[in-house]
């Protein structure tokens, strides 16, 4: 089972539609949460950090849930601009707290 | 601020050479940067940690010899990629955690390098 998991999509929406992207993550003692998104060949870039008691960004919302380690990113609004791919990471558990990163989902959105 | 870069943004090389990749904090000092690799359409790999004045940490399955990590300073980690191999060919790219960024451990991406090996 792979560490961290998502649904790979493509998500193809309408302008101004709700999308809502979710993560699973296998280890029980991760300790942070982000989502970042990628744009088609460049760096990713933190879109945000999710904490326990979810958290909201203008049109971004993200939640977290430890008991079921699940993640949840939703976009409400969503512009042209969203297209790119989300990518769900979390911090293990060590000292060097790594980042473990999911494949990401990709969305695009449409006129 | 939180600003990194790399050089080169890409390069094209014919095989058995040897290329060096440069990845700077531009306005913070990184005690620990960290090298990715991510293939067409993968997710991003860590490949090693990188720790200013000490041995980089090599992830299981990465050849230490053929991906030389050097961090002498607290701005500058450089990976080198000794005699490339068409599969060697892969999208690399650094980050870098601010050494007085406290707790939250984010780590700021430099914008990659594409790598083609010929």
């Known amino acids: 089972r792979k560490e961290v998991e998502q649904d790979p999509g493509p998500f193809n929406v309408p302008e101004g539609a709700t999308v809502a992207f979710n993560c699973t993550y296998s280890n029980s003692a991760s300790q942070s949460f982000f989502w970042y998104r990628q744009d088609c060949r460049k760096e990713p870039k933190l879109l945000m950090s999710v904490y326990s008691s979810g958290n909201e960004d203008g049109r971004f919302t993200a939640q977290l849930n430890r008991a079921s380690q699940y993640i949840s990113l939703l976009i409400r609004d969503s512009k042209l601009s969203d297209s790119a791919t989300y990518l769900c990471v979390v911090t293990n558990a060590g000292n060097n707290r790594k980042l473990i990163w999911g494949l990401g989902t990709s969305l695009a959105v449409n006129p | 601020g939180a600003v990194v870069s790399q050089h080169p943004s890409w390069v094209i090389c014919k095989s058995g050479t040897s290329v060096k990749i440069e990845c700077r904090s531009l306005?913070?000092?990184?005690?620990?940067m960290f090298w990715y690799r991510q293939f067409p359409k993968q997710s991003l790999m860590l490949m090693a940690t990188s720790n200013e004045g000490s041995k980089a940490t090599y992830e299981q399955g990465v050849e230490k010899d053929k991906f030389l990590i050097n961090h002498a300073s607290l701005t500058l980690s450089t990976l080198t990629v000794t005699s490339a191999h068409p599969e060697d060919s892969s999208f690399y790219i650094c980050?870098?955690?601010?050494?007085?960024?406290?707790?939250?451990?984010?780590?700021?991406f430099g914008p990659g390098t594409r790598l083609t090996v010929l």
């Open positions: 980050s870098a955690r601010d050494r007085y960024g406290g707790s939250h451990n984010e780590q700021f």
């Open positions: 306005d913070f000092q990184a005690t620990t």
